[in-house]
């Protein structure tokens, strides 16, 4: 297959401008300009569009399974694709826990038979996530999976939390940290401040979350494992990972588009769309958070995509669940927002949602070098459209941004190769057969 004449940006290779992409089974081939099409060679052209990568979101809740009533891996991996990212990282926090090797074969082999995006399966840190007996790290890495997270909780003793960094270091694991004290947020339902006093609800303070990060890092100091701090929301955190970074650290961060775009704010009229953990902090946060992404600090912005059934968010706001279903919007969200506002470019988006990732991960994913796996994203830079979650693949239509103009919406989706978006439509089984 050849794709011509589309705006290729690829940090990776140093390319931004139009440039044609060969693909040779799933694997990119050849990349350059005015590449001659071969005879029997598939063709598309691409003129007017932009091509870069496909994403890779660290940070997704499937539920799959025990909890396929909010989102499955077949709604999930479809409502990945939708939104540009052809991998993913599964949290472990399902119904049985992913904590051994069978549980996390179940995620990779249901994922390569249903097709979709590639669905990599994160295991807990702690069995069962409970918190005091870690898991056989050793063993789940030889299986494939390349990070550790009790994601939903914080591994609050610091003895378990050292032993499984000891035990992890020399299989190069990621550690992905939830960083929340619970007992200081306590009964806390959103940022605490003045809008929880005003809604007469408890807050949980910025202190629950920056406590953890600088406790982390400095586990991550004394055993020399790599740290990820998992959808940091603070100022004060990002200056402790900015410091961790400038000791040269093997610290990470992400940080989501609803801490990036949303605010405390957000919650008045007891909104539960915008109820979150971390929840949602002020406009000061938001600002250090976008400037923790133009100067590096910031590694990778993940969607945390938290889907619902619509009886947990269509209730009061302090028995409402945390999370918001956001992977099909992430990508426009962060173009509109960020790159329309000349705050990042694209190739600054493509390494955040893409290359780092892939890094981390120890993937030969996000670029489009040859001889890499040919994953791409194909988008219209300047079409606009309102998002409608009642349009969403995914089954979690709890989606705070409805109505929303935004531009950068995926138009076609390569996963190895193989077209499984095209013109925004997920391409059904029996067309692909």
């Given at each position: 297959?050849?794709?011509?004449?589309?705006?290729?940006?690829d940090?990776?290779?140093?390319?931004?401008g139009?440039?044609?992409?060969?693909?040779?089974g799933d694997h990119?081939?050849?990349?350059?300009?005015?590449?001659p099409?071969k005879?029997?060679?598939?063709?598309?052209d691409?003129a007017?569009l932009?091509v870069?990568?496909?994403?890779?979101?660290?940070?997704?809740?499937l539920?799959?399974?025990g909890?396929?009533?909010?989102?499955?891996?077949?709604s999930?991996?479809?409502?990945?694709i939708a939104?540009?990212?052809?991998?993913v990282?599964?949290?472990?926090n399902?119904?049985?826990v992913?904590?051994?090797?069978?549980?996390a074969?179940?995620?990779q082999?249901k994922?390569?038979r249903?097709?979709?995006?590639?669905v990599?399966?994160?295991?807990?840190i702690?069995k069962?996530?409970?918190?005091?007996?870690?898991?056989?790290?050793g063993?789940?890495?030889?299986?494939?999976?390349?990070a550790f997270?009790?994601?939903?909780k914080?591994?609050?003793?610091?003895?378990?939390?050292?032993n499984?960094?000891d035990?992890?270091?020399p299989?190069?694991v990621?550690?992905?940290e939830?960083?929340?004290?619970?007992?200081?947020?306590?009964?806390?339902?959103m940022?605490e401040?003045?809008?929880?006093?005003?809604?007469g609800?408890?807050?949980a303070?910025?202190?629950?979350?920056?406590?953890?990060i600088?406790?982390?890092?400095?586990l991550?100091?004394?055993?020399?494992?790599r740290?990820h701090?998992?959808?940091?929301?603070?100022?004060?955190?990002?200056?402790m990972?900015?410091?961790?970074?400038a000791?040269?650290?093997?610290?990470?961060?992400?940080?989501?588009?609803?801490?990036?775009?949303?605010t405390?704010?957000?919650?008045?009229?007891y909104?539960?769309?915008?109820k979150?953990a971390?929840?949602?902090?002020?406009a000061?946060?938001?600002?250090?958070?976008?400037?923790g992404?133009?100067d590096g600090?910031?590694?990778c912005?993940?969607?945390?995509h938290a889907?619902h059934a619509a009886?947990?968010k269509?209730?009061?706001?302090?028995?409402?669940r945390f999370g918001?279903?956001s992977?099909?919007?992430a990508?426009?969200?962060?173009?509109?927002?960020?790159?329309?506002?000349?705050q990042l470019?694209?190739?600054?988006l493509?390494?955040?949602m893409s290359?780092?990732?892939?890094?981390?991960?120890?993937?030969e994913?996000g670029?489009?070098?040859p001889?890499?796996?040919?994953?791409?994203l194909?988008?219209?830079?300047?079409?606009e459209?309102?998002?409608?979650p009642s349009t969403?693949?995914s089954?979690?239509?709890?989606?705070p941004y409805?109505?929303?103009q935004?531009?950068?919406?995926?138009v076609?989706?390569l996963?190895?190769g193989?077209?499984i978006?095209?013109d925004?439509?997920?391409?059904?089984?029996?067309?692909t057969?």
């Amino acid at each position: 297959m050849l794709l011509r004449n589309g705006h290729l940006v690829d940090p990776g290779q140093a390319i931004d401008g139009v440039t044609d992409i060969r693909i040779e089974g799933d694997h990119i081939a050849e990349v350059g300009p005015d590449l001659p099409v071969k005879p029997g060679e598939e063709m598309m052209d691409l003129a007017g569009l932009y091509v870069i990568p496909g994403l890779i979101d660290l940070h997704v809740h499937l539920r799959d399974p025990g909890h396929e009533d909010s989102e499955d891996l077949e709604s999930g991996s479809r409502a990945a694709i939708a939104g540009g990212f052809t991998t993913v990282v599964a949290m472990p926090n399902t119904d049985p826990v992913i904590d051994n090797v069978p549980m996390a074969t179940y995620i990779q082999e249901k994922s390569r038979r249903l097709g979709y995006a590639d669905v990599i399966p994160s295991a807990a840190i702690t069995k069962g996530e409970m918190g005091k007996e870690i898991t056989e790290i050793g063993m789940l890495k030889e299986a494939g999976v390349p990070a550790f997270t009790d994601d939903g909780k914080t591994v609050m003793d610091a003895g378990v939390l050292r032993n499984a960094m000891d035990y992890g270091v020399p299989f190069d694991v990621l550690f992905m940290e939830h960083c929340e004290d619970p007992y200081l947020r306590d009964r806390g339902v959103m940022n605490e401040g003045q809008v929880a006093t005003e809604l007469g609800l408890f807050g949980a303070p910025k202190e629950a979350e920056e406590i953890i990060i600088m406790r982390d890092i400095m586990l991550a100091e004394l055993t020399g494992a790599r740290l990820h701090i998992q959808h940091l929301s603070t100022a004060r955190g990002l200056d402790m990972v900015r410091a961790a970074k400038a000791k040269g650290l093997p610290v990470s961060c992400e940080v989501t588009p609803h801490h990036l775009f949303l605010t405390e704010e957000t919650v008045r009229g007891y909104n539960t769309l915008a109820k979150v953990a971390p929840p949602l902090r002020t406009a000061e946060d938001n600002a250090a958070l976008i400037d923790g992404l133009r100067d590096g600090t910031v590694d990778c912005i993940a969607t945390d995509h938290a889907p619902h059934a619509a009886e947990f968010k269509d209730c009061e706001f302090v028995r409402a669940r945390f999370g918001i279903s956001s992977i099909e919007v992430a990508f426009p969200l962060a173009w509109t927002r960020l790159v329309g506002s000349g705050q990042l470019t694209l190739s600054d988006l493509v390494r955040l949602m893409s290359a780092r990732p892939a890094q981390l991960l120890g993937l030969e994913r996000g670029s489009l070098i040859p001889g890499y796996l040919a994953d791409i994203l194909v988008f219209d830079p300047t079409t606009e459209r309102a998002v409608d979650p009642s349009t969403f693949y995914s089954k979690g239509k709890n989606c705070p941004y409805t109505g929303e103009q935004l531009s950068g919406w995926p138009v076609h989706v390569l996963r190895a190769g193989k077209a499984i978006l095209q013109d925004g439509k997920i391409i059904e089984r029996s067309e692909t057969v």
